[in-house]
């Protein structure tokens, strides 16, 4: 699987908009770029994913640059429920069925 | 629906007992995940099925691990005998279908500390 890469931590402060990045040099044009979340305590949970448009959905926007080789995760106001760690994942759309779990990103959200 | 439901939510053995982690994947899902979370090494997959057969188990650290899957419904790791070193959370994950853009749905896991 392509690897990403990610900030190990980020800061924001509560109703500021978050842009959390991805580098993904090596993806292939079969890879989907997948976005999960682990909110403290709980399992993974989805957030987003996209292939080569930018994508948004109720809790957040995906912006993928045009030539594929990094993304970004945007949470338009971020809310202390949104302080998680943040995981980028490229899933090929044929080959893989598996999700690999990278370090992710750590956001912090302070009122 | 109610989700992955995992049993139980927490569990303390001692080194040397037997452990059963068990899922119950959304209905209708074909697909069914097992993965452990430690803080040295993240989130790793273990073995997942299709169809309730084992289709990848490359991640299963030892024969002390084993799963299975007899029906569409629920589906088990077992860890015998259990080490220090499997303390870990351990998630239960289904999807619809797998590859591509298709989600996995996470339960909320099974806190596992061996003694």
């Known amino acids: 699987d392509a690897k990403t890469t990610q900030p190990n931590s980020m800061e924001s402060n509560e109703e500021e908009p978050v842009h959390l990045p991805c580098n993904h040099s090596?993806?292939?044009?079969?890879?989907?770029i997948h976005w999960y979340r682990q909110l403290p305590s709980q399992g993974p949970e989805y957030v987003i994913h996209?292939?080569?448009s930018n994508v948004n959905n109720r809790m957040a926007s995906l912006a993928i640059a045009e030539d594929r080789k990094s993304s970004t995760l945007i949470l338009h106001r971020a809310t202390l429920r949104d302080a998680a760690v943040y995981y980028c994942i490229l899933r090929d759309v044929i080959n893989t069925d598996k999700l690999i779990f990278g370090t992710g990103t750590r956001l912090q959200v302070f009122p | 629906d109610a989700g992955v439901i995992q049993s139980p939510r927490h569990e303390v053995t001692e080194m040397g007992q037997e452990v059963t982690l068990r899922c119950k994947p959304i209905s209708g899902h074909d697909y069914l995940f097992w993965y452990r979370q430690t803080m040295m090494r993240g989130l790793e997959l273990l073995i997942y099925?299709?169809?309730?057969?084992?289709?990848?188990d490359s991640g299963m650290p030892e024969d002390r691990f084993s799963a299975k899957m007899p029906n569409a419904s629920f589906s088990t790791l077992k860890i015998q005998p259990s080490e220090p070193r499997d303390s870990a959370v351990y998630f239960c994950?289904?999807?619809?279908?797998?590859?591509?853009?298709?989600?996995?749905?996470f339960g909320p896991g099974t806190r596992l500390l061996v003694l």
């Open positions: 996209g292939l080569t």
């Open positions: 090596t993806i292939s044009g079969t890879d989907y």
């Open positions: 099925f299709n169809n309730n057969v084992p289709i990848d």
């Open positions: 994950a289904s999807s619809l279908f797998a590859g591509g853009p298709e989600t996995q749905y």
